[in-house]
């Protein structure tokens, strides 16, 4: 079993930052990636952005130039720094691990409780 403990969400004035946090724990033998996906009310989660446990990342086209992902492994963490928010920003933010719990064990997914970002125009 995992748990993914998210923080920093918040109300933040448009052009504003804020800086998400995810800290993994529990059974975990190895982690293949972390990330973030978001929510906004009426729509569909869609994929904010990854990164690998080597570093590669993956951004939404809509975040490019303005977010950044980086990661802990040591802490098992995944930071997203959010810069020059926009109203659209606005959802909840979910945090996302692949992970194998045991080297006898395949691929499984987690997701963490969400984390509400406003961004008020």
């Known amino acids: 079993q995992v748990h993914l403990v998210e923080s920093g969400g918040g109300l933040v004035q448009a052009g504003g930052s804020l800086r998400l946090s995810c800290a993994a724990s529990?059974?975990?033998?190895?982690?293949?990636?972390m990330g973030w996906y978001r929510q906004a009310p009426g729509k569909q989660r869609e994929l904010v952005a990854t990164?690998?446990?080597?570093?590669?990342?993956n951004y939404a086209d809509s975040v490019k130039g303005r977010f950044t992902i980086s990661r802990d492994n040591a802490k098992k963490t995944v930071y997203l720094q959010m810069n020059s928010l926009e109203f659209e920003d606005t959802a909840v933010y979910f945090c996302?691990?692949?992970?194998?719990?045991?080297?006898?064990?395949?691929?499984?997914?987690?997701w963490g409780q969400g984390t509400l970002v406003t961004v008020s125009s």
């Open positions: 996302n691990l692949l992970w194998v719990p045991a080297v006898t064990q395949g691929l499984r997914e987690a």
């Open positions: 529990g059974s975990i033998f190895r982690i293949n990636s």
């Open positions: 990164i690998t446990t080597a570093g590669s990342t």
